[in-house]
């Protein structure tokens, strides 16, 4: 398929949360309680592009197709902004601003914790994700990059702490975040038999 159509796609694909809620509204009105609702929202769609950002690379690799490449960067860059959404609403309209409530708050619940680490992590990424900043680190860039894997294990931690009880939606994440790495570790040939036994 061609890189243009492709990258057209993952601009879909990242889109498409905005286009599903903003119909849900439509046809639904708002929800009894929008800000737990759009805070769980958000967080769900960051989680969601973010695993779909790091599929590119192992399916990339494994499938021979070069052209997926193109997904990577919209995918991971919908991440953040959805995880900026999350941030904002939690923010803004969970404590209005209200920075002495947040700080207290924040050291209280430890699901919090690892969601503004995993939220900082994020940020040097989507600041360096273009190509200029990948031609001037070089070899660093990749480097620097593979702490989206340390992002997503928060992310997954926040979710798994936040839920408490049913636990078995983040948890899949969790095991599907560990399939794809094992992916990137494994070399082709590897995988390509094990799927084959």
């Known amino acids: 398929m061609n890189r243009h159509y492709i990258r057209i796609f993952a601009h879909v694909i990242g889109f498409f949360p905005v286009l599903y809620y903003a119909s849900t509204l439509l046809r639904h009105g708002w929800p009894l309680d929008p800000v737990a609702s759009y805070t769980a929202a958000s967080g769900t769609a960051a989680l969601q592009l973010l695993v779909a950002s790091l599929a590119v690379t192992p399916l990339q690799h494994h499938s021979g197709r070069t052209t997926l490449g193109v997904m990577r960067r919209p995918l991971g860059l919908y991440a953040f902004g959805y995880t900026m959404v999350h941030l904002l609403v939690y923010l803004m309209l969970d404590y209005a601003w209200n920075w002495q409530q947040i700080s207290s708050n924040v050291f209280e619940k430890r699901h919090l914790v690892a969601g503004l680490i995993a939220t900082a992590l994020l940020i040097p990424l989507a600041l360096?994700?273009?190509?200029?900043?990948?031609?001037?680190?070089?070899?660093?860039?990749?480097?620097?990059?593979?702490?989206?894997?340390?992002?997503?294990?928060?992310?997954?931690?926040?979710?798994?702490?936040?839920?408490?009880?049913?636990?078995?939606?983040?948890?899949?994440?969790?095991?599907?975040?560990?399939?794809?790495?094992?992916?990137?570790?494994?070399?082709?040939?590897?995988?390509?038999?094990?799927?084959?036994?």
């Open 128 to 197: 360096t994700s273009t190509a200029g900043w990948q031609k001037y680190l070089g070899r660093w860039w990749k480097r620097l990059h593979r702490i989206v894997y340390g992002a997503a294990g928060l992310a997954v931690l926040h979710y798994i702490w936040l839920v408490k009880s049913d636990t078995r939606i983040p948890y899949l994440y969790a095991t599907i975040i560990g399939i794809l790495l094992l992916m990137r570790l494994l070399p082709p040939r590897r995988v390509a038999h094990a799927q084959s036994r």
